[in-house]
Nanobody, 128 residues
Framework: VQLQASGGGLVQAGGSLRLSCTASGRTFSEYAAGWFRQAPGKEREFVASITWDGITTTNPGSVRGRFTISRDNAKNTVYLQMNSLKPEDTAVYYC??????????????????????WGKGTQVTVSS
C-alpha cells in the first residue's frame, strides 16, 4: 500500500489549501483514511478522518469549522480542504489509511501501532 500526499505549500494567514492523498495497492473504498499533522517540536496530532462510507471526524479543538475531509473512491483519493489558515497550522501533514477493511481509524493511532499505513507527508507553512 502506498499513500502519496500533495498540495502543501506556503500560504498567507487567512488563505486556503487543499491537500490530496492518493492510495494505491488495494481497494481504497474499503478502508478508512485520515490526516495527522506534526509541527516542529510537537507531538503528531490528529486532524480528521473519514470512514469507507463517508462518516467524518474532525479534531474538535484546533481545526473544526475550518478544515473538511472528503474522499473520492473512484479516484482512490482523500482530500483535506483547509480554510482560514493560521500560522499555528504550520506543520507536516501526513495522510494515513487503516490497515484493516471496514475499521475506523482512531485519533491516537501512531506509526508504530500497526493499525494504519502512512504517507511521507507534505509541508504546509502559513505566514502571518
Amino acid at each position: 500500500v502506498q499513500l502519496q500526499a500533495s498540495g502543501g505549500g506556503l500560504v498567507q494567514a487567512g488563505g486556503s489549501l487543499r491537500l490530496s492523498c492518493t492510495a494505491s495497492g488495494r481497494t481504497f473504498s474499503e478502508y478508512a483514511a485520515g490526516w495527522f499533522r506534526q509541527a516542529p517540536g510537537k507531538e503528531r496530532e490528529f486532524v480528521a478522518s473519514i470512514t469507507w462510507d463517508g462518516i467524518t471526524t474532525t479534531n474538535p479543538g484546533s481545526v473544526r469549522g475550518r478544515f473538511t475531509i472528503s474522499r473520492d473512491n473512484a479516484k482512490n483519493t482523500v482530500y483535506l480542504q483547509m480554510n482560514s489558515l493560521k500560522p499555528e497550522d504550520t506543520a507536516v501533514y501526513y495522510c494515513t489509511s487503516g490497515r484493516f477493511a471496514y475499521t475506523p481509524l482512531t485519533t491516537t493511532t501512531t506509526t508504530e501501532d500497526g493499525l494504519a499505513y502512512w504517507g511521507k507527508g507534505t509541508q504546509v507553512t502559513v505566514s502571518s
